[in-house]
Every structure is written in C-alpha cells, then in structure tokens.
C-alpha cells in the first residue's frame, strides 16, 4: 500500500505495483516489465558507476515510456511513502544519479535499455542511500479504441553503499504485550518498536520469549526481517495463540540486525 507525505502531494495512477523491495527479479504491469526491480551497489566517492535496466514492452504494439526518480521512505507501520521528486530526503541517492533515456520507445515485441548512471560526490559520509526509480508507459495515442491499451507504470528501489560506515546501531525502544482470546488458545499480540541509529540499512529478525515469573521459557513467537533505513524507527507487529494459564508473564523481544549485540527488551503482561 503506497500513500504520499502531506508536503509533497502526489497523485498516483498505477495500473500495477508490484512489491519491489524484496525481489531482485522482474516487476510488471500488464504485459510491460522492468528488470531488475531492485539495485544494490557500492561506489566510492568520486568513481563514476552505471547499471543497466531492461524493460520489455508489449508484444503486439509499440509503446512509448518515459523514466524518473523519486524518493521513499517507510512509515512507523512499514508502507512506502512516497516524495513526488528525488532529492528530497537527506540520504537519498537522486541528487548523484541520471536516468537515459528520460523519454524512449519500446518496439512490440522487443526491449529497450536504460541506464542509471551517477558519482558519488567527493566528501560524501559512508553509509547508504537510496531512492527509487519508475518507468511510465502510455500507448501513443489515447484515443485508441479497439485493442489492448497498456498504461500505468513500474517501479524499483536502488541502494547505493558509500564505503565508511560506521556499522549497523540500533535498539528496542518499546515493547507492548496483550492478550486476549483466540480460537482455542490466548492470543498475544504485541508491536516492538525499533530504532535504526545507524548509517546503514539493517533489517533485523528474531524472536519474541514469552517466560514465566521465574524466567523459564514457554514459548517463542518468530519475528521474521524487516527493512528499516537510517535514523528511522520501524514498528513490528507479531501475534500466536498460546496455551497460557492466567497469571503474569515477561515477553522478552530478542532481535538480531547485524550489530555487535543482539538487541534486546522485556515487558510484562497478564493472561486472564
């Protein structure tokens, strides 16, 4: 689900988005396609680095497409918010980076080329930054009224890794616990509220303890990875039914995101 920032108001017309953070294939509206969805690289500062996109057309009629940047961001419940220009956020890639051909066709049938080409300016602080790409098709005439009429636009994410980080940092800031009844079993639910203090993109994973008052450990609750950029703070969402009797227990949040420590923060709730 996609929404915009109230500063930089946009109105968005997709005829598909396909979730392009986690793949590193193809993403696609209709028939139209753009590979690959998602770009990671590193670049030091001051050497020119350049990256190739393929994006297929229709098989039955020629289109014409035009490419630009946006910036994004992740809100507190992890959807893409989206700037309506890149440059605007503090790490964004936008202001290093041209896309060409800004406006081009794709022959039926066929594929076009276009290139991400950028340097990273001299000075710049190691760490990453990121921004997005999307790649606009509309038939050449919208007038058309017998046939298929392919339109709407697809998009990716780049990541560009500027060497010198300081290393992944970050921490629990809040864990909230709850239960209450589920199918057959109690069901506890909470949200971990976590904060990137880093330069670095970290996507931590682990596991949510649910111990009793004498700390030994009755269950565990998976938290799979999520992304979360720098200096940002990401709230994760968990839920099981679990066979609880009524009484207090501790929920112990134990997350791993690439830093020297696991992260960790405990909370006590009742079961009644």
């Known amino acids: 689900m996609f929404k915009t920032n109230s500063r930089y108001v946009i109105v968005l017309m997709l005829t598909m988005m396909v979730g392009f ?7 696609s509206a209709n028939s139209v396609a753009v590979s690959p969805s998602t770009v990671e ?35 507190l419940q992890g959807q893409v918010v989206l700037y309506k220009s890149g440059g605007v956020l503090p790490r964004s890639a936008a202001p290093w980076v041209t896309v060409n051909p800004g406006d081009f066709l794709i022959p039926a049938g066929e594929k076009s080329i276009i290139t991400i080409n950028g340097v990273v300016p001299e000075g710049t602080p190691g ?30 994410s780049f990541t560009i890794t500027v060497p ?12 909230d ?11 506890i639910s909470g949200k971990i509220n976590f ?16 111990r009793s008052m004498d700390n030994q450990v009755l269950e565990e609750i998976l938290i799979p990875p999520v992304k979360i950029h720098p ?22 949040a134990i997350l791993d995101y690439g830093g020297e420590k696991l992260a960790g923060y405990p909370s006590v709730f009742r079961v009644e």
Request: glycine share 12%; with cysteine; charged share 25%.
């Open 127 to 156: 760490g990453d930054y990121w921004s997005m790409f999307f790649v606009e098709i509309f038939p050449f005439s919208r007038l058309q009224t017998t046939g298929m009429v392919v339109s709407g636009r697809v998009g990716g």
């Open 21 to 27: 953070f986690p793949f590193q294939g193809r993403v």
């Open 41 to 75: 690289l590193t670049a030091t500062p001051g050497t020119p680095f350049q990256v190739q996109l393929e994006v297929y057309g229709a098989p039955d009629q020629n289109l014409r497409a035009k490419a630009y940047l946006y910036d994004y961001e992740f809100d």
């Open 231 to 252: 200096k940002f703070t990401r709230e994760i969402a968990f839920e099981e039914e679990i066979n609880l009797a009524d009484g207090s227990y501790v929920a112990l």
């Open 164 to 175: 010198g980080s300081n290393g992944p940092k970050g921490k629990i800031t809040a864990l």
């Open 195 to 210: 904060l990137n203090e880093g330069d670095v993109i970290v996507r931590p994973s682990g596991r949510v303890e649910i």
């Open 177 to 187: 616990v709850k239960c209450s009844p589920g199918l057959q079993k109690k069901k």
